[in-house]
């Protein structure tokens, strides 16, 4: 049998009515062979971080268990990515229809040209920590720190759990 791993998504989205650009992922990635998902968190509506000239995000973050690979897990992310009608161009900071990050995979510490894990702004963003802690309260960051510890110091900077 593969080695099965437990894997963290983070969605958001603030284009095309981005509450149901995420429940469609979240839908999608339950879809994507060789995983399962263990659990959704609640939507959250949250300052854009970067430009302030931009809507509002949604985000939320998924738990799933995988027997793919972390690049065939990417793969089948920037699938679900690319069929909401997502263009990748030059806008790091700029709206977007939907991300798909793979902020944990596993304890690994993976860093290639496609992929870094974990996710290099997961600690820092409300938007990842307060979903993360929600379905996963327990969890911990390779490096042993802990996920709540993290979530219940951040700058809430207004997030709404919807
Ligand atoms: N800001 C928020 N609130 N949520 C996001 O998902 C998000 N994603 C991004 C940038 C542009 C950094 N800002 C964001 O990629």
Redesign the pocket.
Known sequence: MQQKTIAYI?L???LSDPKVQVSNAAKEIADITNCRVIALSSLYL?????PQD?D??I?AVVSLETSLSALDLLNALQKIENSAGRVRKDN?????IL?CDILLYGNKNIDNERLTVPHY?MTV?E?VLLPLAEIAPNLSLPDGTSISSLASEINCNGIVKL
């Open positions: 983070g958001g989205s603030n949250s300052k854009p971080m970067g931009q509002d995000y985000n790091r900071w700029g709206a977007r991300d702004g963003r938007f």
